[in-house]
């Protein structure tokens, strides 16, 4: 497994090389004018041009600017905002929201989700599975924002169970509604890949082996029957997790918190390069290791799978 | 499986500790008062002559206090930092500083500390944003070049520690009125010689002290309890929290985690909720916010006035705000507003009064239009609504394909601008710089001027401004540009829409957290209910 390891890890160059230079070249080489709506009415003056087009190295061909932006990264600075804010302040003060958020997620999403697919797949037909099918549908078919402002007007405007945004320093209990709202939508394809996954399974040859050597139900349920229904449910929160590690613009908006998501929106808004270059690189990066994860788990769950 | 149970509860575990650590709020004490101000990221460093645009500033105006001030209500000058401000010519000034004002780092303020502002931002190289502000200054135009010629202005010239002179290009009688801008505030010593260092703690001579900040999240400022000024502060402490979403804003004022909110949302205008649901701290006064449609004179299509005239008077004002404002927005008749010192009614007359049968007639004189007729405005600043709205009217009245087409952001659109790209009428946002008529005149109808966008340009207009500035009193200035007003209006380069005013919203919490009317929060009025 080391091999493979390492094998998947040189990979990630090329990708992040590749990933960086496309974004560098979309976020300064769309744009004739960078600086065109950065002195509110007025023109900027010409000086104020030529500071800002030397700092960003702006008169080299792109080629040569992504260079010198890369050597500047590789030694671990992430350069500066327009505002002169250094990039890696702001994505140390934003990150630790975005993962404590994306964790209280998934955990949600998992916990939930799976038991509800649990409860349903080995039930079959009644009443939980039908409550299951709706309700899952409901939230698949409801935006996230609305959810998400749904739940804040309710709970934070009417009844006052909650505080309407999340504050700098957030407590797990702060945290509950965002993530719920975060991971709404995945717990409902959780619970339904679970169901669907479960009641597959059971038909299977290996099942039927199980109860035929007369194992306990305990057994056949859980260590047979469960952990190969997981495989592609850990698929999908692993990718999940991913995704969500790149921060969550709408509900991140809806409760003010102050995470990845926004910052790299407001960075494309503004067409603050540094910003938006250096926050794409580090997610990149966590999105191939949440990858890398997963696929590592196969092993872990499933004993037919092997890697070297 | 039970490798799996393992896995999963160690990742639970990490998940709880990650969450849970961090928690904990310090010093309710301390919280309680503390007043929380919506806000939004700065874009550039907190210096005032490089900052013009509105979170920044607003951080500076609680930070620093300039030679005048403006009265919270009426927007009327008078002296802070200024003992007096003389002048025989209005073209050289002399401003005597109040004995007693000190920087926050206790160094005092003297003339020189305003001379060096001055210079510092009208120079070159600084590339500061405010640097235009200095422009009517003697010798400007050596220092404000890229290669400058001069390193300072031979127009600022310090007497002694308390006085300095300032000789203009021109004379410019209403000059003492604008020096209330935030780009004409001192800086202290420290700015000079530890710049990093004063980034980081901005030092002003302002009623509130820097005290921290967290980039993208929150600014916090404390009491200066060595303040000189006549008002003495009150709060404790000001937070000024990041928001994204004015929404989310809003909705912590009205459940009390919030106590101050700088503009309303769309949302909560309709219906004029949020006088319900904020109550006694809902507040509306008049501003110095327009909206207009601008013309691209560029395009030879749109060279004849009662083409232009036409399309002004098939918008109509009243029920567009009506229906989208919740009526709170004033039908403009003017390019100024009624908050600005020089001020007349009316001056637009029957050509910003919608008037669909004078519309149809005029555009017939005018020989129709050809084509489509484009509105164009940024899309991320909520103008949708009433562009499209606006679009309709004219749709409606005259019967021409008036279509609204939107560029995705503001920087796109002032790329447009300044590439003199438009092909149709552009969206213009103007806030007044300083409480005088002059302030929606100068920088866009003179020829050339900065924010002349539209490539107007009229001798006469021109000759009515420079006599203006010229006048003997402020009085007969004012009239002045009144006189240039109409002419411009009888030009019509830019069709006014309507005045945005100052609204504002207080928690519960808050006694009184007041706007002046150049929508600049003033921070010595903010104060917090005693605590039962």
Redesign the interface.
Known sequence: MGRYTLRRLLQLVPVFLGTTFIVYFLVWGL??????????????????????TERYNLDDPLIVQYLKYLGALLTGDFGQT????EVS??IA??Y?VT??LA??A??IE?LIGITAGVLTGLRGRGFVDNLVLVSTLVLIALPVFVTGLVL??VL??EL?WI???V??????GQ?LVPGFVLGSLSMAYVARLMRTSLVENKRADFVRTAIAKGLPRRRVV??HM??NS?IPVVTFLGYDIGALMGGAIVT?????I?GIG??V??GI???DIATVVGIVALLVIVFLLANLLVDL?YA??DPRIRYD | ?R??VT??AA??A???L???C????GGDDQAAQTIGIEWG?????LIPGNT??QNGGDVIDALFAGLVKYDVNTADPSNEVAESITTTDNRNFTIRIEPGWTFHDGTPVTAQSFVDSWNWTAY??????A??FMEKIDGYDEV???APTAPTMRGLRVVDPQTFTVALTAPFTIFPLTLGYSAYYPLPQKFFTDRAGY?AAPVGNGEFRFESR?????LTLVRNDQYAGSVRPQAQRLEFR????IQ??Y??V??G??DHIRAMPSAALAGDRWRTDLGGGAHQKEGLVTDSLGFPLYDPRFANPDLRKAISMAIDRQAIVNQIFGGVYRPATGYATSAAEGFVPNQCGEFCTFNPQRAQQLLAQAGGFQGPLTLTANS?GGHDPYMQAVANSIRQTLGIDARYTPVP???????LA??RGFTGLFR???QGDYPSIETFLT?LYRTDA??N?YGYSNPAVDAALSQADQAPDIASADQGYAAAERLVLNDMPNIPLWSRPVIYGNSARVAEAEHNPLNRQDTATYRLNPQG
């Open positions: 744009s004739d004018d960078p600086f065109a709506g950065k002195c509110g009415q007025r023109e900027c003056s010409a000086s104020y041009v030529a500071q800002m327009f505002s002169g804010t302040t702001l003060t934003a630790p993962i404590q964790l209280v998934v955990v998992a804040r007007q934070g405007v006052g505080r309407t945004s504050p700098a320093d957030p407590t797990l945290l859980g260590v469960l952990r997981l991140e908006g809806v409760f003010n102050r926004g910052l929106f407001r808004q503004q067409q788990l872990v769950l | 499986m490798r799996l896995a999963v990742a639970l990490v998940a709880l990650a969450t849970a961090g928690g904990g709020g990221e700065p874009e550039n460093p013009t645009e070159g190289p600084n590339a500061a944003e640097q235009s404000s070049t890229e980034e967290t980039p993208n999240q929150s990041v928001y994204s979403e989310t804003a909705d912590d009205v459940s985690n919030l991320d952001s503001f920087s796109e659109q002032r790329r300044n590439d213009n946002g103007w920088q900065s924010t966008d």
